[in-house]
Each structure stands twice: as structure tokens, then as C-alpha cells.
């Protein structure tokens, strides 16, 4: 069962620069939420922000990983 | 029906309808609270839109997010483009960028959950 310090080492480790917040929405192991900041995402949509979270998951998402909310940002705002 | 078929009819819809929402359930009856949300602002907008149900038959949503790039749901398409899940949505609400892109007036009110929703196209039930 992924636990959220996994999904943050793993964030903060595929995503150069980044820090990540993330927290068990339901204490179950499979609702996550994670608030990412990082300058990789200067210049990008949302989308485009949201989908190099989802990235670093990859199939995961949707199977052990039922959903993972995600809040991106730049450092310098958003 | 073959995956092809699924995928080819998933696109039909994101070309045919200018709002089209991809969810768990339908607006009435929504199976999952990230699907109730997005609908749910979508509603609060009074913007005419068509949702399909991906849960009858597992195919669907695999086609979906081939197609999108996106793996979760919901998915909303504005125009023929992907705009999002429930976090974008939710953002874009708040922000007044869903009202832009929807071409309609920002409400005042935050969107209510026991809003009643707009009729649905029946696009869910040609997929069962």
C-alpha cells in the first residue's frame, strides 16, 4: 500500500526542483492528495502541470492509487 | 462493440458537443464525489452540457484516457479540448476562468451540491 511519504519521494525525485506536500485523504492507502511546487512548471498549462504529476505514477493511477487530487504551483505563485 | 468502435465514439462525442463531461454516474445520480463536484459546478454555470457515464463497461474509460492522456475521472472537454479533472475545474471555477471558457457569466453563488442539474443528453445509455 503506497503510503504518502512514498508518493513524496517519488514526486520530489522525478520532478527536478520540486517539493511536495502530500496527505492520505482517507487513511486507507488510496486517496491522496498532493500540493507540488516547482519551477519545472514555469510556462506550462495546468494541464501540462497536472499531467507530470500523473506521470510519475503512470498505471499506478486508478489502480492502487484510486485518486490522487493535485494542486500545482511555481514558487514564485502560481 | 470493439475498442475501436468505443474509441471512435468517445471522440464523436468531445466533437459533437461543446461542453462534454466524462464522469462516474450521471449528474443525477453522480458515483463518486470528484464527478459530483465537477458536474456539480458545471450545473452552478447554467451552461447546457452532455455527460457520459464511463462506468458501465471498464473498455470506456481505458479508451478515454488513451485518447486524452489523462488517467482519471472526470474528464471535461471544452470545444474538442481536454480542460481538465475535478481539481482544474474546481480551480477555474474559483478563479473565473471556467465562466471564460464556458463563454457565460460568473455566478455568485459557490456551487451547490444539491443543485438540481441540467437535463443530461442521453448519451450514457447508447453505450449499455
Not at chain 1, 485523504?25 to 511546487?37: C, N, Q, S
Not at chain 2, 465514439?9 to 443525477?28: C, H, R, S, W, Y
Not at chain 2, 453522480?30 to 459530483?36: E, K, L
Not at chain 2, 471556467?98 to 457565460?104: E, F, I, N, S, T
Amino acid at each position: 500500500m503506497p503510503s504518502p511519504e512514498e508518493l513524496k519521494s517519488r514526486i520530489e525525485g522525478a520532478i527536478p526542483g520540486a517539493t511536495a506536500m502530500v496527505e492520505d485523504l482517507t487513511g486507507g492507502g488510496d486517496h491522496f492528495r498532493a500540493e507540488v511546487v516547482s519551477d519545472r512548471f514555469q510556462g506550462l498549462t495546468r494541464i501540462e502541470q497536472h499531467q507530470l504529476v500523473y506521470d510519475v505514477f503512470g498505471p499506478e493511477i486508478g489502480g492502487p492509487i484510486h485518486a490522487l487530487s493535485i494542486k500545482t504551483s511555481t514558487p514564485g505563485g502560481t | 462493440m470493439t475498442n475501436d468502435e468505443i474509441r471512435d465514439f468517445l471522440q464523436n462525442a468531445i466533437d459533437e458537443n461543446k461542453v462534454m463531461l466524462f464522469m462516474k454516474g450521471t449528474p443525477d445520480e453522480p458515483r463518486c464525489g470528484f464527478s459530483m463536484r465537477t458536474s456539480g459546478a458545471l450545473n452552478a454555470m447554467g451552461v447546457k452540457y452532455a455527460a457520459m457515464d464511463i462506468l458501465p463497461d471498464p473498455r470506456i474509460r481505458e479508451e478515454l484516457s488513451a485518447l486524452s492522456g489523462w488517467p482519471t475521472i472526470p474528464q471535461l472537454f471544452v470545444d474538442g479540448k481536454l480542460v481538465g479533472g475535478c481539481d482544474i475545474v474546481m480551480e477555474m471555477y474559483e478563479t473565473g476562468e471556467l465562466a471564460q471558457a464556458l463563454g457565460v457569466e460568473q455566478p455568485e453563488e459557490q456551487p451547490a451540491e444539491a443543485e438540481m442539474p441540467q437535463a443530461p443528453l442521453g448519451l450514457e445509455n447508447r453505450l449499455s
